[in-house]
């Protein structure tokens, strides 16, 4: 029987006591150690982290997710560093397999990439449900985390993709803390990477406050110039979807129409339809809202948020259904006109409703 290769659970957690468990009882007979690094926490954390290890670390947190996992990383004696969070965890299958491949690693892998199974579909980063990450390691291969926020691994390395499965659990949202670091590297250098904007662009669509949003107004503004400049069409066309957002909840009409009538927004993908409908849905216009939410549903892509395309659309589109019914042109008919059209309506508005209940995003092959 050859070297079984020794592998070390590298973790960093803050205020997360009522899952830990769970995520170390799916991994602590196949880690041959473990590594907490605490950026803080104030609910027992440290004391679930104890009971499990003794390698149980504290660290100043920074606003900087890469520093933190790096210094866990350091701490690490293994063969191989499987990193992982507290809403994680692997079931029996997985776990089977999870051992298995210790047993058989040949060691010119140097990263193993695992299947995440993200178990909401509406989640501030991540559109979709299966897509595959790097979550074992090499150790002496030196590898080391870059990005302060959605850190990645900087390094061009020897890749297995495995069938293994993680289950992932999110616990609410993290978007508050995820826009304080965001905010203090965009004050500190004044740029984000094209991964970090792209997914900067992705939190605040989908769950950014209006302050949040706000706050992100003079950067994406500059982005998008520095970005035409560079010709990067995607990212151009996402801030433009952002700052359409932005422009409709400050009641801004002149600068929602010239980025609607700029060269990257020809052809509009599904998330500025959205604005532009909530646009006319606020003026009470539900036709034209309709209009959009239907192009939104049927004729284009969605490119930040997959929902866009579909239930958020469709619920939409059921809405302004429903406002066309209520509008006081319609009661202005004939009474016999007006209860025919009223019934068209108020169906269609029910089978949108309906769709949008019923919506999954299409069987899509994994994200890599």
Known sequence: MGIIMKF?????????????????????????????????????????????????YDYEWHDDFAAARNFAFSKATGDYIYSADADEVLDEENRTKLKALKRVILPEVEIVQMIY????????????????????????????????????????????????????RPQGSHSSRDFSVFERVIEEKSYLSDRLLGMYLRELYKAGTEKDLENARAFLEKSLTEKREKQNELLCRQIIAVLLKIYRQIDDPVN?????????????????????????????DFGEAAEWFNRAAFHCESEIDIASSGTSALMALALSYRGLAKSPKLRALPQKEYELEHTRLTKKAAEYELMARSWKPAELELNT
């Open 8 to 56: 070390s659970l590298c973790m960093i957690v803050k205020n997360e006591a009522s899952i830990l468990k769970d995520c170390l009882d799916s991994l602590k007979d196949i880690m041959d150690e473990i590594i907490i690094v605490d950026t803080g926490s104030t609910d027992g954390t440290k004391k679930v982290a104890e009971s499990y290890t003794p390698y149980v």
């Open 117 to 168: 199974v993200t178990e909401q579909i509406n989640h501030p980063t991540e559109n979709f449900a299966r897509d595959m990450r790097p979550k074992l390691f090499k150790r002496l291969r030196g590898f080391t985390w870059i990005e302060p926020i959605h850190e990645t691994i900087n390094t061009s390395p020897v890749v297995y993709d495995s069938d293994i499965e993680i289950i992932h």
């Open 256 to 284: 929602m129409l010239k980025v609607s009538l700029s060269s990257e927004a020809t052809v509009p993908s599904a998330e500025m339809c959205m604005e532009l409908g909530y646009f006319f849905m606020k003026k009470s």
